[in-house]
């Protein structure tokens, strides 16, 4: 079974809809990321949380929210989707950076493929 | 502002021969950096890091140079092969901020 499952795998859905994202890790890995990725763009960072408790913004979390209801399961909303939402959607884990520098190799899942018209 | 860059032309390449990617930075000073590797519709998959005080390092096919005074990174697939057809991600990550900012990519087409 794949370490990190995210679900829908598709969606299309209509300006406005309220839509949520969900993914599971099965990796026990403490941190947890919601990206999305458009042509030329590359992966941009949502939001990131570090643990149960610790939620944080990225880059571009204008229009969504977040939820991390257990360590292994972190899920994106949007809550009143746009068409500019219209992209593809990662979710990565990875272990604690540790004290002597420890790398953040990152777990992607397999994406959602979300339409907004 | 920060950036990173990679050359989003898709580089073509005969088997056998050696692709080089880039990954230029500007207005960091990252702790290390790290290449994954992106097939379609598959999520990105770790391959490398390489760390601010290393110049060098390698894995099986793949070298990985980093030289923080050009702020550049280079990727080396030697030997290439049609199954190496992806894209190629960089990405940086600095100590303050604990997280990864990554670049565009780049398409490599292996051709047999």
């Known amino acids: 079974d794949a370490d990190v499952t995210q679900t829908p795998r598709n969606r299309i859905t209509k300006t406005g809809k309220r839509i949520m994202l969900e993914c599971s890790q099965t990796?026990?890995?403490?941190?947890m990321y919601w990206y999305r990725q458009d042509p030329g763009l590359g992966l941009r960072l949502i939001y990131y949380s570090f643990d149960v408790k610790d939620i944080n913004k990225g880059e571009i979390s204008d229009g969504y929210s977040v939820s991390r209801q257990a360590q292994a399961k972190f899920s994106l909303s949007l809550e009143s989707a746009i068409p500019n939402q219209t992209a593809l959607y990662f979710c990565?884990?990875?272990?604690?950076?540790?004290?002597?520098?420890?790398?953040?190799?990152?777990?992607f899942g397999p994406g959602t493929r979300l339409t907004v018209l | 502002s920060q950036k990173i860059e990679q050359n989003s032309e898709a580089l073509n390449i005969q088997e056998g021969k050696t692709a080089t990617l880039t990954c230029n930075y500007t207005?960091?000073?990252?702790?290390?950096l790290q290449w994954y590797r992106q097939d379609p519709g598959r999520g990105p998959v770790f391959l490398l890091l390489i760390r601010e005080n290393e110049k060098e390092k390698r894995k099986e096919r793949l070298k990985v140079t980093f030289d923080t005074t050009l702020k550049q990174s280079l990727f080396h697939i030697t030997a290439s092969q049609p199954a190496d057809s992806a894209t190629y991600l960089c990405a940086l990550f600095k100590a303050a901020g604990n997280k990864l900012t990554f670049g565009g990519g780049t398409r490599v087409l292996v051709k047999p």
């Open positions: 990565a884990t990875s272990d604690i950076l540790t004290s002597s520098g420890g790398y953040n190799e990152q777990f």
């Open positions: 990796k026990g890995h403490d941190r």
């Open positions: 207005n960091y000073s990252p702790a290390y």
